[in-house]
């Protein structure tokens, strides 16, 4: 019995092992077979960029968005002091007279945005700041003179503009999703290579509190941003535009890695019309300076409202005409609560100058209430 049972089994294995043979050497047989026998084929999933699966290639998405990307040279005059002591204090008692300062052309690069068929360009207020000659290379070679059409340093986007028409360009659409953990491309001219593309993921939304600029409501990313990306396109899976690349952490600490910041399109998409209807970004301003106000650890959960306090009230502003004073504490604007200060500010910059708005919140303890009409919030360099 036992030598008929160990026969059977190595029939069976020899069979088995003969049939993987032929079905790869022969593989209609395996189909015929399972004609024959009525057997569905087995399903094969195929990865593709909607489905969120991970695929081989994101060439296509690159090829969508690749044209509009261009790398911009910003050139500006500076001038500097000559130099002749590495130390300062010794330059100083050494006797030895400075000669004339010098002017010098220093070169910004950077990358930019195509947002129309007629020439306007996204990038970042700071590669074209103080430039007097900006030039921009196209996808293609191509070589433009660009001109500065206006810029907003409070979120770090410039527009320019160079001629031409049916230029390839990609559509600012806010309502494209954005969510952590989709692929995320940037296309840029890091160190001045030439066009240049990284992956990475959407590592998180909503970043602020970086001092890279006054309004901020970052994506962040681990695609590579390196010198020269700054202005360029973050893009997703489907190459559709959704952010500004702007920043990495490196910046403020040196041993960051892997954290980079763009600013979404929503916001791009907003201060680029702002800027071509008004040449500046107009935003309301309650002429005071605030922030977050000061509670007992562990009396509020993470992320409940907890106003702000102000800190500083313009003589003559909204906020000052009103009544209000360093120490209020704020709690609510127009009956809805206040977050935080970037809440705040994000909300105050949201409204129209001459916009009447109710606010209320504690002063010494005490409730209060107070209604004023909005500035428009002035240049940056106006602030002092």
Do not use: C
Not at 55 to 79: E, F, G, L, M, W
Not at 102 to 112: F, I, L, Y
Not at 272 to 290: D, S
Request: overall charge negative.
């Amino acid at each position: 019995m036992l030598r008929l049972l160990s026969f059977v089994a190595r029939a069976a294995v020899v069979g088995l092992a003969a049939a993987f043979v032929l079905t790869r050497l022969f593989p209609e047989i395996g189909a015929d077979l399972r004609t024959s026998l009525g057997v569905a084929a087995p399903a094969v999933a195929v990865a593709t960029a909607d489905s969120g699966s991970p695929v081989s290639s994101y060439a296509q998405a690159v090829q969508r968005a690749a044209p509009a990307v261009v790398s911009i040279y910003a050139d500006k005059v500076v001038t500097r002091q000559a130099v002749l002591m590495p130390n300062a204090t010794l330059q100083r008692f050494s006797g030895i007279t400075l000669g004339m300062p010098r002017q010098m052309r220093q070169r910004a690069q950077g990358s930019g945005v195509l947002v129309s068929p007629d020439g306007y360009i996204l990038t970042n207020y700071h590669v074209v700041a103080a430039a007097q000659d900006i030039v921009v290379v196209l996808w293609d070679g191509r070589v433009a003179q660009a001109r500065l059409i206006g810029s907003d340093r409070d979120t770090d986007l410039a527009v320019l503009r160079i001629d031409g028409s049916d230029l390839p360009a990609v559509t600012l659409d806010p309502e494209i999703p954005v969510a952590v953990g989709d692929v995320a491309l940037a296309i840029g001219n890091p160190f001045g290579l030439g066009q240049t593309v990284t992956q990475g993921i959407v590592s998180g939304l909503g970043r602020n509190r970086l001092n890279l600029s006054t309004y901020e409501d970052f994506i962040q990313t681990d695609a590579a941003i390196n010198r020269g990306n700054s202005g360029g396109a973050l893009v997703n899976a489907r190459g559709e535009l959704v952010g500004i690349n702007t920043a990495v952490l490196s910046r403020l600490l040196p041993d960051a890695e892997g954290i980079g910041f763009a600013i979404p399109v929503a916001t791009a998409r907003a201060v680029l019309q702002q800027i071509i209807e008004n040449g500046v970004v107009v935003r309301g301003w309650l002429g005071a300076e605030y922030g977050d106000a000061p509670v007992m650890p562990g009396t509020l959960p993470p992320g409940a409202p907890r106003g702000v306090a102000l800190m500083n009230v313009y003589e003559g502003g909204p906020a000052d005409v009103a009544g209000l004073a360093p120490g209020d504490v704020l709690l609510e604007i127009d009956g809805e609560q206040i977050g935080d200060q970037s809440d705040l500010r994000n909300r105050e910059a949201a409204l129209q100058p001459g916009s009447a708005i109710t606010v209320t919140g504690l002063r010494a303890g005490l409730p209060f209430s107070a209604e004023l009409k909005l500035a428009q919030r002035p240049l940056p360099r106006a602030l002092g």
